[in-house]
């Protein structure tokens, strides 16, 4: 056994140690809004070392690092898995600087949170990318001074084995292993959640337990129905529900004197470390130091909990994790997909048959599928994307907007949208009511545009806007608007990079009929743009049209040329409008990563003409 182990194993031989509380909810409570939390050992360290200084103040004798989203898979999302070295070397630099200039012998815990949200643990490959990642930091964590690593808020066991397991290989420091659970459990759920915890007790760990969801009061539903156990057992709970609202962080209402009380209770149980998650601070902490000053882990009288062996059941088939949309993405692929307006009405026959012929084409990768375009009322895109899948097979991208529902209401409808296989979302802002059939109405924006892409993106962490886990992590490929057009094409720029830096995967165009505008815009990135662009192609059938495009509807701008030989060719605009078309999604693969088609309204079926001329 090294010296940092037995120096570890000393600290809780004769008291239970009280951790420090939440790192994320108290960097956000001081930092200004979209700051990179993943990022703030190097680009926050006065914060850091604050909060760090409070706890210990405070009388925790054991900090976490401030590196739970610090693995590479994560930091790359931000652009910044180089880093990964960077950012994990300085949080165990501040931690220990804060050891140092509180003249406070605490413990110095690695930090380190779960992948199975951003790397599919059930694909092929999934296991052993999770594996090298939580290896690649946890080498990091320890061979820059961590006394321990504490593996948290894990919500698979199957991935927090595979963690430990992983970690194993490169380290031999104690490693704390805790999982979570949904806050709103019950009843043979607790049981479920204990089970859980038992078998995470075979491990070769210094702890287990419980941290963040479900709570205080989850949690020791959990350790009370929990039997005996061959390790010492960790609590750390959140403090309940963290909300934004209004740019302000709203923290939850559990007093210090109620985390005392669970403290205490913990303990009691056979807790030998407690403290504490999202939404706790330093007075929670010293509050629960002063519960279980002197306290020494209760033996726990129950007996060990019956774990039996997992009944095979009959499941419903597996929905694929990822969209062969994305995949094809992401292998550089060119894409062709058809853009479609919902019904007006209930009946969606004849999308439907416009989608069966989509689907036998070799050539269309996917159906784009507007949210109540130009804010006038149609069918639910979710919902008939769900439709489409089902009766043809064929992929699709709806658009969601925070414009008709609240971020709560987003995300029911999204859950149910991944439950329905659904794997792609364009998020836009979507065109003011005002604008369209509901003048008189307010829209809900709730969030924006760059609220509700991250709100998306974390989902695939398993966990909603508010941190409490919802199960499978429906991990979208989420696609975002850019405009080539805009008059302050700079701003345009900066805002598809913030979009990026919330999450989202790809972008598409305002419809273009020539080039330039795109030249412009990959100017901005000096010739390489940071995800993915599809550009969008219309067919105009007629000057009319056009026109219309070109004076009424923000964004769009139909070149002077081509209005003047739509007006010339009189009754052939229609071939005009096809041929800058096939012109168009000819040139395609030299500047973009795939086009979209707006097929027509009334027959949608008729773009497909385009793709054959076209080739």
Request: with cysteine; proline share 7%; charged share 20%.
């Amino acid at each position: 056994m090294s010296w940092q182990a037995n120096r570890v194993w000393r600290r809780f031989e004769d008291h239970v140690v009280v951790a420090d509380g939440a790192m994320g909810s108290e960097l956000l409570s001081r930092l200004a809004p979209g700051a990179h939390l993943d990022l703030a050992p190097l680009e926050h360290p006065r914060e850091v070392l604050e909060i760090h200084l409070a706890y210990l103040k405070a009388g925790a004798e054991l900090l976490e690092t401030a590196t739970f989203a610090a693995s590479r898979p994560r930091l790359e999302r931000l652009h910044a898995g180089d880093l990964t070295e960077a950012v994990n070397a300085a949080g165990v630099k501040l931690a220990r600087e804060a050891r140092e200039i509180a003249g406070i012998d605490c413990l110095v815990a690695g930090s380190m949170g779960p992948l199975a949200g951003v790397i599919d643990l059930d694909a092929p490959e999934g296991p052993a990318a999770i594996a090298a990642a939580h290896q690649e930091q946890a080498a990091i964590l320890a061979g820059r001074g961590a006394d321990l690593l504490i593996l948290e808020t894990f919500f698979r066991l199957d991935e927090l084995e595979l963690a430990v397991s992983a970690v194993r290989e490169v380290t031999h420091l104690p490693v704390v292993a805790m999982l979570t659970f949904p806050g709103e459990a019950h009843g043979e759920d607790w049981d479920g959640a204990a089970e859980q915890v038992y078998r995470l007790s075979q491990l070769d760990v210094l702890a287990v337990g419980v941290n963040c969801a479900p709570g205080p009061g989850g949690t020791l539903e959990i350790l009370e129905r929990l039997g005996t156990v061959s390790k010492m057992l960790a609590a750390m709970p959140n403090a309940g529900l963290l909300l934004r609202r209004d740019g302000r962080l709203l923290l939850p209402p559990a007093t210090p004197s109620y985390l005392a009380a669970f403290a205490r209770r913990a303990v009691a149980l056979g807790a030998g470390l407690v403290g504490g998650c999202c939404g706790t601070g330093p007075d929670h902490i010293r509050a629960m130091v002063e519960a279980v000053r002197g306290a020494r882990p209760s033996p726990r009288q129950t007996t060990v909990v019956a774990v039996p062996e997992p009944v095979p059941s009959a499941a419903p088939e597996p929905k694929p994790s990822r969209s062969s949309f994305a995949a094809k993405l992401a292998a550089g692929q060119f894409v062709r997909i058809v853009q479609l307006d919902p019904p007006k009405g209930t009946n969606a026959q004849r999308v439907l048959e416009a989608a069966r012929g989509f689907a036998a084409h070799p050539a269309i990768d996917a159906v784009d599928i507007n949210s109540n375009p130009l804010a006038r009322l149609r069918m639910d895109s979710l919902w008939l994307a769900a439709e489409i899948q089902r009766t043809t097979g064929l992929e699709t991208i709806p658009h969601i907007t925070p414009r008709d529902a609240s971020l709560m209401g987003l995300q029911a409808q999204l859950l149910g949208a991944w439950r329905a296989g659904i794997r792609n979302l364009f998020a836009i802002t979507g065109d003011p009511s005002q604008l369209g059939d509901y003048p008189g109405v307010h829209d809900v924006y709730h969030v924006d545009i760059f609220e509700l892409v991250r709100a998306v993106a974390r989902m695939a962490e398993g966990v909603d806007c508010a941190g409490n886990p919802i199960g499978e992590p429906p991990a979208f490929c989420i696609g975002v608007a850019v405009n080539p057009n805009a008059e302050d094409l700079a701003r345009e720029a900066d805002r598809l990079r913030r979009k990026v830096e919330a999450g989202a995967q790809f972008a598409m165009t305002q419809v273009l009929f020539d080039w330039a505008p795109f030249e412009k815009l990959l100017d901005q990135f000096q010739g390489k743009l940071p995800v993915p662009v599809l550009v969008g192609i219309w067919p105009l059938p007629s000057l009319k049209l056009a026109l219309r495009l070109h004076h009424e509807v923000p964004g769009i701008m139909v070149p002077e040329e081509l209005l003047f030989q739509l007006e010339a060719a009189g009754s052939g605009a229609a071939e005009v409008g096809a041929k800058r078309a096939r012109a168009m999604l000819e040139a395609a693969p030299f500047y973009a990563a795939g086009v979209y088609l707006v097929a027509p309204f009334r027959q949608p079926g008729d773009i497909v003409s385009l793709l054959d001329v076209a080739g």
